[in-house]
C-alpha cells in the first residue's frame, strides 16, 4: 500500500482527493493537512510515502514545506494550478520529486503517485522546458561523455542494474559513475542529478 499525505488548504480539493485515491486498490490516504508547517508536523508523525502538496497555502506555503522536508523520506508531488516559473522552479529545486497541474486526469494522478513512489522523477512537459531553460549547474560542463550517458538514464528512473544492462557495463563501474556524477554537479542524492538532467536538457522529458 502506498501511503499519501494530501496538503490543500481548501477542503473539498482534499475531501476529493482522499475519495478518488482511497478507490485505489494499492493508494490510501493517511492524512490531511491545510499548510506547510503542520504538513512537515503530519509527515513526521505519519511516515507518509508520498506527499501531495500545494503551492499556494496560507503560513508556510509549499517551498517552506518542502525545504522543511529534506529529511523526510517521503517523495513529495506537487499538484497545483500554478504554472509560471516564480512557482515552479523553487518548488523543484527545493526537492519535489513531481510536479503536476490540478487539471490532471484522475487516473493520471494515481500513476504519477506510483511512479514518483517508485524513484521517478515526474514533471509536466511545460515544466521540464521551464527547467530546460534555466540555468546549467557549474559541474556540468567536467562531466564526461560516458557519465551523462549514465545521468541520462537515473533521470529515467532507472538503477545501477538496468543502467548497467542498458549501457554494457558492470554494476560496479555504474556504481562508480553515478557517485562521480553527484560529486562533479554538488547534490546529494539521485533525484537532484535526475532534476538536473532535465533542466539542461540531457532528457527532454521524463
Known amino acids: 500500500m502506498i501511503k499519501v499525505l494530501v496538503v490543500d488548504d481548501h477542503p473539498v480539493v482534499r475531501q476529493g ?13 493517511v492524512g ?15 511516515r507518509p510515502d508520498v506527499i501531495l502538496l500545494d503551492l499556494r497555502m496560507p503560513g508556510a506555503d509549499g517551498v517552506t514545506a518542502l525545504r522543511g522536508l529534506r529529511d523526510n523520506p517521503a517523495r513529495v508531488l506537487v499538484v497545483t494550478s500554478y504554472t509560471e516559473p516564480s512557482a515552479v522552479l523553487p ?21 504519477a503517485i506510483r511512479s514518483v513512489h517508485a524513484g521517478h522523477v515526474l514533471l509536466h512537459p511545460e515544466v521540464a522546458r521551464l527547467l530546460a531553460e534555466g540555468e546549467a549547474h557549474p559541474g556540468a560542463a567536467e562531466l ?22 542498458v549501457l554494457s557495463l ?37
Open 91 to 111: 518548488a523543484v529545486r527545493a526537492g519535489a520529486a513531481g510536479y503536476v497541474y490540478k487539471d490532471v486526469d484522475p487516473p493520471a494522478l494515481a500513476a
Open 144 to 165: 564526461t561523455a560516458r557519465e551523462r550517458d549514465v545521468l541520462a538514464q537515473v533521470a529515467r528512473g532507472r538503477s545501477n542494474r538496468e543502467i548497467a544492462r
Open 170 to 206: 558492470s554494476e560496479k563501474t555504474v556504481k562508480t559513475h553515478v557517485s562521480a556524477i553527484l560529486g562533479k554537479l554538488g547534490v546529494q542524492d539521485r533525484t537532484q542529478a535526475a532534476l538536473h538532467a532535465v533542466r539542461t536538457g540531457i532528457v527532454d522529458v521524463l
Open 17 to 29: 482527493l482522499r475519495t478518488f485515491l482511497d478507490l485505489q486498490d494499492d493508494i490510501t490516504v
Open 32 to 46: 490531511e493537512s491545510a499548510d506547510g508547517e503542520s504538513c512537515v508536523d503530519e509527515a513526521e508523525r505519519l
